[in-house]
């Protein structure tokens, strides 16, 4: 399975971080007060103070050579912790250091870029080098690397937390700026927002000059105000690869987009997907499916040319267009988490369907037809799912699965309660959905599992797990949005004797042997996406 970041499961490493690295990030006695727009921005991290020196550490960089923390004495050093394999918050990360340097003109001498990989598995001179080729950065940083043993020790010196969940890598998006004479003075964390990446970089230009002898002008006058993301309901008109436009979103009909960097190739068939978007586009027309839009995540390429390199390489020329999203905008609007990324948009400008290429596989045309078809066709129409209207609907159900209905929108028992309802389930297929009330996207596709449990229960279990909630939060919840089935209460690592979780929502699909089949982390965006995963993985078997 290819291994990725999850940008939820930072939420935890965030905490661990505060607390592995106490230390480090004790605030200074007079820390500069955060600009107003910097404070309210959820997508830009402003800094937290640090004090005390760097740990020092001498590893390998990507030409082989050794290297040392204390051989930069003398520079400012932003040091960045990053997976090279990454195709998820790395790229923002290192795309935001080359902007800080080179936002300070000829003082951008006087910094250094490091990083050290936090990819446990991919930790050869060859894994860093490869990652600072596609990126173009080869000789504008140093990356460095070592055997894991040596990794983990410094990993733990900086407080950084790695691990793998569900053969996904997840590691702290770290950022630390050190003062020439190799103090720590600032820690920032890469948030999941291609849009706010040039802010970032300023952030890092300006710590940088105010720790560089005669405080050098930084050329650049950004505010630090979220910027608007670009969302499907907007239509917009893109910049077209080899020229002209391409209009996208509200009012241009469904559409089906697939996001990507030239850099995706490291670790996956990106022209082997590119390629099989061909034979999807050949048909679309005929089978009444949305056409292929290419979004190139211009944002975060190394350069210009970049995209027209990579598309000239291909062994046929594309039959689609291929938009640049320049600023971000668009990536963000879209919900872009990893790349490459499918987007299935309706023509009012409702995301239907997305899929990570980067994790879950390349899609044959006949497989991305079937998801992109499922994602499209609308659930039946039933009644309003009321606590009166269930059980009508779910009238003669067997015994085991009327037990889970008569128990509709109630809030039980601990994670061994519900080990204990699986275990006496066993014979029948069980639908397990992880959610909280505070979470926007465990929200949105509530209803899709009202519609779901009351179609499908008389042979499928449905169970809600509230995680990391209040009881009082979770039962109005609850109250105000009517499903067939209980829910019960745990914490995010309690689900361990289950699965890992690495975020939420998450759904799990058992099967009547009481074995995981299957784990579809994110939300679901339409009613055919999560019936098609109920007969795939629920009723299949």
Not at 139 to 159: D, M
Not at 169 to 184: K, N
Not at 326 to 339: F, K, N, W
Request: aromatic share 8%; with cysteine.
């Amino acid at each position: 399975m290819r291994l990725r970041r999850s940008p939820i499961a930072w939420l935890i490493f965030l905490a661990v971080v505060l607390v592995a690295g106490a230390i480090l990030t004790r605030p200074s006695s007079s820390p500069r007060a955060p600009q107003s727009d910097l404070a309210t921005n959820p997508v830009l991290d402003g800094g937290q103070p640090l004090q005390g020196q760097a740990a020092n550490f001498a590893l390998s960089d990507e030409f082989g050579r050794r290297v040392s923390l204390r051989s930069f004495r003398g520079r400012v050093v932003i040091l960045a912790f990053n997976d090279s394999q990454c195709t998820t918050v790395c790229p923002l990360t290192t795309t935001a250091m080359v902007d800080a340097k080179a936002m300070l003109g000829s003082a951008g001498s006087r910094v250094q870029l490091l990083g050290i990989d936090a990819n446990p598995t991919a930790t050869s001179v060859k894994d860093v080098r490869a990652y600072s080729t596609l990126h173009g950065m080869l000789h504008q940083w140093r990356f460095l690397t070592a055997p894991y043993a040596k990794l983990k020790r410094v990993w733990k010196a900086y407080g950084i937390a790695v691990q793998i969940i569900q053969g996904q890598i997840d590691h702290t998006p770290a950022l630390f700026v050190i003062s020439p004479q190799g103090r720590l003075e600032k820690l920032y964390l890469t948030r999941m927002s291609y849009s706010s990446i040039p802010q970032l970089g300023q952030l890092l230009a300006r710590e940088a000059s105010s720790l560089l002898p005669g405080h050098p002008r930084v050329r650049s006058h950004l505010t630090y105000a979220q910027v608007a993301s670009i969302t499907p309901r907007t239509g917009v008109t893109l910049p077209r690869a080899g020229g002209g436009k391409v209009q996208m979103g509200y009012g241009s009909g469904p559409q089906l987009h697939m996001f990507f960097a030239t850099w995706d190739s490291e670790v996956l068939g990106l022209g082997a997907q590119l390629e099989r978007l061909n034979r999807y586009q050949a048909t679309a027309a005929a089978r009444h499916l949305p056409p292929v839009v290419g979004v190139d995540e211009g944002s975060v390429e190394p350069s210009p040319r970049a995209l027209p390199s990579f598309l000239a390489r291909l062994s046929s020329p594309l039959s689609y267009p291929v938009a640049i999203d320049t600023s971000g905008r668009v990536a963000d609007g879209y919900g872009v988490q990893d790349e490459p990324w499918f987007v299935l948009t309706s023509g009012a400008g409702r995301v239907l369907w997305f899929y990570d290429v980067a994790t879950q596989g390349l899609l044959s045309p006949a497989a991305l037809a079937k998801d992109v078809r499922a994602a499209l066709r609308a659930a039946p129409k039933l009644p309003k799912a009321t606590p009166a209207a269930i059980p009508s609907e779910l009238a003669g159900s067997p015994a085991p699965l009327a037990a889970v209905h008569a128990q509709a929108g109630e809030l039980l028992g601990s994670e061994s309660a519900l080990a204990a309802r699986i275990r006496a389930l066993r014979g029948y297929p069980i639908v397990v959905n992880a959610w909280a009330s505070w979470c926007g996207p465990c929200q949105a596709e509530f209803p899709l599992f009202a519609s779901a449990s009351a179609r499908y229960g008389r042979r499928v279990a449905f169970l809600g797990v509230d995680t990391n909630d209040l009881p009082g939060d979770a039962s109005s919840f609850l109250a105000k949005h009517p499903v067939s089935y209980p829910s019960y209460q745990s914490g995010l690592s309690d689900l361990s004797s289950l699965t890992a979780i690495i975020g939420l929502p998450t759904t799990i699909f058992i099967n009547r042997a009481g074995k995981i089949v299957h784990v579809h982390s994110y939300e679901y965006a339409a009613q055919g996406s999560l019936d098609q995963d109920i007969a795939s993985y629920a009723l299949a078997g």
